[in-house]
């Protein structure tokens, strides 16, 4: 099984590498080959709104940047996780920048048959695990970031997804045991 | 406490001219503007790149009594550079000011149909306007953004009439030093066309822009097949 993991912590942001290592372990535990996108060092372009991905160059983003390198290893992998420090309960700009850029990855069609969201354009989609960091409990930040995971997982077209966020001041093995329980969640 | 409002601040955070956040905060900074506040307009599309862009928004910010941010929902959530200058301001939190309120207002809108895909954006700003030191006066999620296709509002006749009404309330109130109203924040989430029929004309549009573009037949296209 691979796993594409999408390191969105900003450069000097040592206090949440112990969060992501037990994470990586965590995934190696679980039996996936882990391809990993340290994101605060790739050249990456904020997403322009241009809509050239659904008209123009479909499925593709017409700026060339790595943000295809990005998009390629999500949806080759069976399980995409997400990783950044929360800021007010939603992804680091860090991370969001990557997945802004991602919206080729869906068709620009509607499927209305629930809430409103886009249509698949491949036929198959990775599992989402969300994880976001904090230095200490905010559960108004928590709350926000679990419904926002559910949400990205339900407009990413996720075939099955969770949550969690690991705390700056607990141990490297508690970490790793939350998300060893996460992964077990999920079924890709 | 409406003599202590003078100074409003409208952050852009959508990256396109003619946008419909431009549309929308355009149209309030007007209003504000009606009842004597004075500011301007900062583009957030590149302005973190360079100090000066920096120091441009930490004093514009520190100087203004109403904020109001105005952007699109990209990805259930605000724009990254949106984000990134959220981040940035919070890095040094305003003090507080007693007795003279610091407010923060958000306007944003989605492509989709439904105002609720705005509510977590929205939840994402109140937790903002905390961490900055600003105090939280509520915000508009406006649905089927598209609909506005980017016009001034005052163009946009009954397709923008509640959202007009919702931006008039919202700027006698923060204007007054108050929070964005419960009635106004229900009418700007009201469809601003049915359901079917915007999703309807939505879709027409990509067809004609792909007819264009000459990409009719490609719009299935997975350039990264997975096996």
């Known amino acids: 099984m691979r796993a594409a993991l999408l390191d969105g912590s900003p450069s000097g942001h040592d206090a949440c590498r112990p969060a992501v290592d037990a994470l990586r372990r965590s995934l190696s535990e679980a039996g996936y080959t882990v391809e990993e996108f340290t994101l605060a060092g790739l050249p990456m372009a904020p997403c322009r709104g241009c809509f050239a991905c659904w008209v123009a160059t479909p499925g593709r983003c017409p700026v060339g940047d790595a943000s295809e390198l990005v998009a390629r290893g999500v949806i080759g992998s069976d399980l995409a996780v997400f990783f950044s420090p929360l800021a007010f309960g939603c992804w680091h700009s860090t991370l969001k920048k990557a997945l802004d850029r991602m919206i080729g990855l869906v068709s620009p069609f509607f499927d209305a048959s629930g809430l409103t969201r886009h249509k698949p354009r491949y036929r198959r989609y990775p599992a989402m695990l969300g994880v976001g960091w904090l230095p200490g409990p905010q559960p108004e930040a928590e709350a926000v970031f679990a419904r926002l995971a559910e949400h990205t997982a339900y407009n990413l077209r996720a075939r099955a997804a969770a949550s969690l966020v690991l705390m700056g001041d607990r141990e490297w093995s508690v970490h790793r045991q939350h998300c060893l329980t996460a992964l077990g969640r999920i079924k890709p | ?227």
């Open chain 2, 1 to 227: 406490m409406s003599g202590a409002i003078h100074q409003v601040l409208l952050l852009l955070g959508s990256p396109r001219q003619g946008s419909v956040s431009a549309s929308l905060g355009g149209y309030l900074l007007e209003r504000l503007a009606e009842r004597g506040l004075t500011g301007g307009v900062l583009p957030l599309t590149g302005l973190l790149e360079a100090q000066e862009g920096r120091a441009r928004l930490a004093a514009a910010a520190a100087a203004a009594d109403v904020l109001v941010l105005a952007a699109p929902v990209y990805v259930d959530a605000p724009p990254a550079p949106v984000l990134r200058a959220m981040e940035f301001l919070a890095g040094a939190p305003l003090a507080p000011r007693p007795g003279k309120p610091r407010l923060l207002a958000a306007v944003t809108n989605c492509g989709f149909s439904e105002a609720s895909h705005t509510a977590l954006s929205l939840d994402i700003y109140g937790l903002f306007a905390r961490a900055a030191g600003f105090d939280w006066a509520g915000g508009l999620g406006v649905g089927g953004g598209g609909a506005l296709h980017g016009k001034p509002l005052a163009a946009t006749g009954g397709a923008g009439r509640r959202v007009r009404r919702a931006l008039d309330m919202a700027a006698e109130s923060l204007a007054s030093g108050l929070a964005i109203p419960d009635e106004a924040r229900e009418l700007a989430a009201r469809p601003l066309a049915p359901k079917g029929l915007y999703l309807l004309v939505g879709e027409a549009g990509w067809l004609a822009q792909a007819w264009k573009r000459r990409t009719l037949f490609k719009l299935g296209s997975t350039p990264f097949r997975t096996p």
